[in-house]
Every structure is written in structure tokens, then in C-alpha cells.
């Protein structure tokens, strides 16, 4: 769990940091609907092969890619798993015993993993180069629209900011709490499934009450400093868009105009 990183903020110097919050948020959402798009492998390829140049470019390292995809690899097979359940079409790949393993299993779930990979890769490529504050006043900055129809854009703002913020911290608290089980004897790892399960609950309840915790303490410092949800703020930082930020956003554009039309000729 001390692998984590998503949501950490990696403090380099790199042209993808100094860009506005707002283009990278934008040019996020755009990636990400053109990965939805069936543009088969060669536009997969072509999405990779973007979001590797601006991994480069913001001076990340693999490994620290690689740690926020660890997670996923689990989800990844039991997707395979569930899908050659359930996916009967396509030729017979192979069979054990009774049960057949179908082309079409494989393929979709491999549809499934890269669109994954490739979603956690540019969300880790934002929340690594952009900063919680700067990524709060970018999300306010584009929710504004929707402020004259109620919606109270700086709210949600803040929100997704500290959630962003506290993952790592949580996982932390993770960690930290099983060190501390484990030293009292609990064992998580072996044992029957009822005292697998008393383990976790014996994680899990100490985590709850540490995230409430935390989360009281932030209530109050807020508070404390004067916040009050609704009231017209002022900002010592204002946001402004440069000729990288539009060149960032028309990249993300082209992208996707790439996708939309190998998945119409393809």
C-alpha cells in the first residue's frame, strides 16, 4: 500500500507542471473520452504513445507509473475471469475439463485492461504534476458556467481536491495500522477465513475512526481560518492561460478527432 500514488503530487521541474490546471484538466477529459472510442489497437497504440511523451516530458519515472497501476492488476484478472464465464462466442481457445476459455473472452477483456491501464496512466500524469491548490482553482475556474444554475462549483471544487489530497494519507494510515496489528499478533495473510475476516474488521474500524478524525480536525482548522461555504471569495492566485496551455488542449482535441475517425473508418 506504500505504493500507492495516486493523488501524490511530485514536486519537479517540468514544462507539464508549469501549464495552467485548467488546460491539463480539460486536456484529461478529452483523453479520456477518446479512449472510449473502438478505435481498435492501433489507436490504443497511438493513445500510449502520447501519454508516454507527456510522462517523459513531465519528467515522471516508469517505476512511479508503474505503482499506480499495481493496484489494478487484481481487478484485471478477475475481470478475465468473470469474462470467460460468461463469454460463450468466438473460437475455443482451450479447455479444461468441461469449461472452454472463447476468443472473444480474452479480446474483451484485454479491451477492458488497456482502457484501464491507459485511464489510470493520464489521470496519475495529472494529479503527479498538478498541485491540490492549483487543482482546486482549476476545477472551480471550469465549474463557474454552472454557478448561475446553482451549482456551487467551489464546493465541489474543494471536495474533489481534499479527496484527491487524502488518498495518500489514508493509505498511510493503512499501513500504519497493520504494522501495529501485526505487532500485536494479528495475522492477515493466514489463517481460516473467520480470523482472516476478524483481521480485517480490526483494520478497518480504527481506519474509519481515523478518517473521521481527520476529517473532524480539517473541519475545525477550516473554521477556524474563517472558511464559510457560499461566501464570495477573493484569490491571492489567478489563473492564466498561455500559448502551452492552448497548444496542451488542441493536442488533446487532435487526439480525440484521431479516435472518432479510425473508429468510423475502422
Same mark, same amino acid.
Given at each position: 500500500?506504500?505504493?500507492?500514488?495516486?493523488?501524490? !503530487?511530485?514536486?519537479?521541474?517540468?514544462?507539464?507542471? *508549469?501549464?495552467?490546471?485548467?488546460?491539463?484538466?480539460?486536456?484529461?477529459?478529452?483523453?479520456?473520452?477518446?479512449?472510449?472510442?473502438?478505435?481498435?489497437?492501433?489507436?490504443?497504440?497511438?493513445?500510449?504513445?502520447?501519454?508516454?511523451?507527456?510522462?517523459?516530458?513531465?519528467?515522471?519515472?516508469?517505476?512511479?507509473?508503474? @505503482?499506480?497501476? *499495481?493496484?489494478?492488476?487484481?481487478?484485471?484478472?478477475?475481470?478475465?475471469?468473470?469474462?470467460?464465464?460468461?463469454?460463450?462466442?468466438?473460437?475455443?481457445?482451450?479447455?479444461?475439463?468441461?469449461?472452454?476459455?472463447?476468443?472473444?473472452?480474452?479480446?474483451?477483456?484485454?479491451?477492458?485492461?488497456?482502457?484501464?491501464?491507459?485511464?489510470?496512466?493520464?489521470?496519475?500524469?495529472?494529479?503527479?504534476?498538478? @498541485?491540490?491548490?492549483?487543482?482546486?482553482?482549476?476545477?472551480?475556474?471550469?465549474? *463557474?458556467?454552472?454557478?448561475?444554475?446553482?451549482?456551487?462549483?467551489?464546493?465541489?471544487?474543494?471536495?474533489?481536491?481534499?479527496?484527491?489530497?487524502?488518498?495518500?494519507?489514508?493509505?498511510?494510515?493503512?499501513?500504519?495500522?497493520?504494522?501495529?496489528?501485526?505487532?500485536?499478533?494479528?495475522?492477515?495473510?493466514?489463517? @481460516?477465513?473467520?480470523?482472516?475476516?476478524?483481521?480485517?474488521?480490526?483494520?478497518?474500524?480504527?481506519?474509519?475512526?481515523?478518517?473521521?478524525?481527520?476529517?473532524?480536525?480539517?473541519?475545525?482548522?477550516?473554521?477556524?481560518?474563517? !472558511?464559510?461555504?457560499?461566501? *464570495?471569495?477573493?484569490?491571492? @492566485?489567478?489563473?492564466?492561460?498561455?500559448?502551452?496551455? !492552448?497548444?496542451?488542449?488542441?493536442?488533446?482535441?487532435?487526439?480525440?478527432?484521431?479516435?472518432?475517425?479510425?473508429?468510423?473508418?475502422?
Amino acid at each position: 500500500m506504500g505504493d500507492f500514488t495516486l493523488g501524490r !503530487y511530485m514536486p519537479l521541474n517540468s514544462p507539464i507542471h *508549469k501549464l495552467d490546471p485548467r488546460a491539463k484538466i480539460g486536456a484529461m477529459l478529452l483523453a479520456l473520452i477518446a479512449i472510449f472510442f473502438p478505435a481498435g489497437w492501433l489507436g490504443y497504440a497511438i493513445i500510449f504513445t502520447v501519454v508516454a511523451c507527456v510522462i517523459m516530458v513531465a519528467k515522471l519515472s516508469w517505476k512511479f507509473i508503474w @505503482k499506480s497501476l *499495481k493496484p489494478m492488476l487484481f481487478m484485471l484478472f478477475f475481470l478475465l475471469v468473470i469474462n470467460a464465464l460468461v463469454v460463450k462466442t468466438g473460437p475455443a481457445l482451450f479447455s479444461i475439463g468441461s469449461f472452454t476459455v472463447y476468443l472473444d473472452a480474452v479480446t474483451q477483456t484485454c479491451y477492458i485492461a488497456v482502457r484501464l491501464l491507459l485511464m489510470v496512466m493520464i489521470t496519475t500524469c495529472l494529479t503527479s504534476t498538478t @498541485k491540490p491548490l492549483d487543482m482546486t482553482l482549476g476545477i472551480e475556474d471550469l465549474l *463557474k458556467p454552472f454557478a448561475k444554475i446553482g451549482v456551487p462549483a467551489h464546493e465541489i471544487a474543494m471536495l474533489i481536491s481534499i479527496a484527491l489530497r487524502f488518498i495518500p494519507d489514508l493509505i498511510e494510515e493503512t499501513q500504519r495500522i497493520m504494522k501495529a496489528q501485526e505487532s500485536r499478533g494479528v495475522d492477515m495473510k493466514e489463517g @481460516k477465513l473467520s480470523e482472516r475476516v476478524m483481521a480485517i474488521l480490526s483494520l478497518i474500524v480504527p481506519l474509519f475512526v481515523s478518517a473521521f478524525q481527520r476529517a473532524e480536525d480539517l473541519a475545525n482548522a477550516m473554521e477556524a481560518r474563517g !472558511y464559510a461555504p457560499g461566501e *464570495k471569495r477573493t484569490r491571492y @492566485k489567478v489563473l492564466k492561460m498561455k500559448a502551452g496551455d !492552448y497548444v496542451l488542449l488542441f493536442g488533446a482535441a487532435a487526439l480525440l478527432a484521431v479516435m472518432i475517425l479510425l473508429a468510423y473508418f475502422i
